[in-house]
């Protein structure tokens, strides 16, 4: 069930596959069981013939009767199912089930073009994104991995998915200023990095840079969504590379949504110098491009969201992508089915213990 800021909530549940035990061979003594109530069996039928042979006629009746001897063979069914149960615990069952875990990829796709020298934020917007992005770091949500992606006039992955704070605090401090906004190429490289990390190529790229393939991951049925998410922070307007929108169809048809965050004033920041130097020494204002990025989120499934100045930042970025999808994780059942023996075993003592005070 879908819940607001990439939250996704299930309740537990086995998947479809078959279960497995690490203590396989202990099921072998379920075998054992037949053989006992088989045994059990036929000592009560020796049991009925010796009674009945030295009862008196006044006893048989009651004997005869049905509730009676529905009464007196489940206490004995109840303790041979709990029997059973019990061992197949002792052979600790594992399955793959859904649990409510913080678990998933979470991309921080990051602005770094020269606009974000505006300072409308304190001391600019670039700063206030990186402390941001720390904070969110810090508070992220165990098991959750988190890349970090670096867009200007190309895009590259800066780090993959990891959960290693102090790898992505550096690759954080790594990242430059660029010219350019390529916000389409942004979303490519995050698909990228969220397809590498789910091949188990994690390892760090920061240093060297990887040349952009096209995504690898799967299209995925309409409404469907994995466990992945893009947030991305961009303070102007696309202009290198791909169309947005193409790129944000790309993410929707394999379930990844993204989430886009809009910061600087609404009316443009004053970006001291202008653009590297560009306009001699001229200051220049950097628009915000708030429908393409409310665009990119209702193409897929995300929300946009405004930030103006470092404090509502931080608060976006806290509310953002710390509780996403649930993963399939193998999980041991010995408990509960050792919970469910106990229980078989208490109700046969119970009945037993009642209906022979009540004869």
């Known amino acids: 069930m879908y819940n607001g800021l990439g939250f996704f909530f299930y309740a537990p549940r086995v998947n479809e596959v078959a279960m497995q035990f690490l203590w396989s061979p202990v099921l072998w003594l379920l075998a054992l069981l037949p053989l006992l109530i088989v045994a059990y069996v036929w000592l009560q039928t020796r049991r009925n013939k010796y009674a009945l042979r030295y009862a008196s006629l006044s006893l048989v009746k009651p004997a005869l009767d049905t509730r009676a001897k529905w009464r007196r063979y489940l206490p004995p069914a109840l303790f041979f199912l709990a029997l059973a ?4 615990a002792l052979a600790r069952p594992v399955a793959l089930v859904r649990t409510p875990k ?17 300072e409308d934020m304190q001391p600019n917007r670039f700063e206030a994104a990186r402390t941001a992005a720390r ?18 006039g190309n895009a590259a992955i800066v780090q993959m998915p990891t959960t290693n704070q102090r790898e992505l605090y550096a690759a954080i401090n790594t990242l430059f200023l660029q010219r350019g906004t390529a916000i389409g190429e942004g979303i490519l490289a995050s ?4 397809a590498l990390s789910d091949q188990d190529l994690g390892a760090s790229i920061s240093s060297t840079p990887a040349p952009q393939a096209a995504p690898t991951l799967a299209p ?3 409404g469907t969504y994995i ?28 379930g990844v949504r993204v989430y886009t965050v809009g910061i600087g004033s609404r009316e443009g920041g004053v970006i001291p110098g202008g653009f590297g130097g560009f306009g001699g020494g001229r200051s220049f204002r950097q628009e915000l491009d708030e429908d393409t990025l409310r665009a990119i989120a209702d193409e897929t499934d995300g929300e946009y969201l405004y930030a103006a100045n470092a404090a509502e930042l931080e608060k976006v970025y806290n509310n953002l992508g710390l509780d996403i999808v649930l993963r399939l994780e193998k999980t041991e059942l010995t408990a509960w089915f050792t919970a469910a023996a106990a229980l078989l075993l208490f109700s046969a003592v119970a009945l037993s213990l009642v209906w022979n005070k009540l004869n």
């Not at 961009?234 to 202009?239: K, L, P, S, V």
């Open 85 to 88: 149960v019990m061992l197949v």
């Open 191 to 194: 698909l990228d990095a969220i």
């Open 220 to 222: 995925v049925p309409p």
């Open 227 to 254: 466990p992945a998410i893009v947030i991305l922070l961009t303070d102007g307007q696309n202009r290198n590379g791909i169309d947005p929108l193409k790129a944000a169809q790309m993410a929707s048809e394999r």
């Open 102 to 118: 913080q678990a998933g990829v979470i991309i921080l796709a990051l602005d770094s073009s020269l606009s974000m020298r505006a």
């Open 135 to 152: 904070s969110f770091i810090e508070k992220r949500g165990e098991g959750a991995e988190i890349g970090i992606v670096a867009f200007a």
